[in-house]
């Protein structure tokens, strides 16, 4: 893969940044060169893998807004060029971002909003309520278009110390709770909410299985946030038969700290 990332300031090389073409960017992801659930990213929780759900409000909004060229923020990735899992990067932020995008543009997973219209090459099309198949079928000339829509795309060249720093910082601007910031570590209890609470990862169906309107079946809760985060805990111990001291560090006092 050809990078050519520009410095960000003379000051600080280690932060670099570069357009990339939605095109190449959704290349790396089908090649894995891109790992969306390390370290720092927050469990995605959409169920865009249900038959019955095509997307949630704001997941329509920014499929909008990126087809028709507006801007979206940037994504911010680690550099893990020797990562001995071949990963070129870690996500630092922008996960949701990505895998929506990706789930729209590639698996087909999720429909633009109703009505929706763009205009390219003198052309306006009405793809409304459409998977980007359906619309590259009907459209068969719209096949570019991925290379005119562009990410702006941040690399970080630091350690994954510095990286969750970041990470920290940049969704910090959320106010994230001591839950969330917990995710950010490389941590048994991270790990278990990464793994069994992510709809794209975990194995239960009780996080994984949505009715048409995008709400859980089996629990009546939201899934997201900490109390999601505190029923797979709860279970994780139960399963494990274990106790509830290796959960305790980092705990909230050692993140406000």
């Known amino acids: 893969m050809e990078k050519d990332f520009k410095t960000l300031n003379n000051i600080d090389d280690t932060t670099k940044f570069q357009l990339v073409s939605a095109d190449d960017y959704f290349g790396w992801l089908s090649q894995g060169l891109v790992n969306l659930s ?6 995605y929780t959409y169920p865009d893998v249900s038959d019955n759900h095509w997307g949630s409000a704001w997941q329509k909004e920014l499929i909008s807004d990126y087809l028709n060229g507006a801007f979206i923020q940037p994504i911010h990735l680690l550099n893990r060029d020797k990562d001995e899992n071949n990963y070129l990067y870690w996500i630092i932020d922008g996960g949701h971002r990505t895998k929506t995008l990706y789930n729209f543009f590639v698996l087909c997973l999720v429909k633009t909003p109703k009505g929706l219209n763009i205009e390219w090459n003198g052309n306006v099309y009405d793809i409304g309520n459409k998977t980007w198949k359906e619309i590259v079928s009907s459209n068969k000339e719209l096949t570019g278009y991925l290379k005119e829509l562009h990410f702006l795309i941040f690399e970080y060249n630091v350690t994954i110390s510095k990286g969750r720093k970041i990470f920290l910082k940049l969704n910090d601007l959320h ?8 995710n950010a570590y490389e941590h048994i209890l991270a790990n278990t909410i990464r793994n069994l609470g992510d709809v794209t990862l975990s194995p239960f169906t009780m996080f994984n299985e949505f009715n048409e309107n995008g709400k859980l079946v089996h629990v009546n809760m939201r899934n997201i946030k900490r ?3 505190e029923l797979v805990l709860f279970l994780a111990d139960y399963l494990n038969q274990g106790g509830y001291d ?4 980092p705990n909230a006092s ?3 700290g």
Request: hydrophobic fraction near 30%; charged fraction near 40%.
């Open 246 to 249: 290796k959960y305790k560090e």
């Open 38 to 43: 390390p370290v720092y990213q927050r469990p």
């Open 227 to 229: 109390v999601t985060d």
């Open 254 to 256: 050692a993140l406000r």
């Open 175 to 182: 106010s994230m709770n001591d839950m969330e910031k917990l």
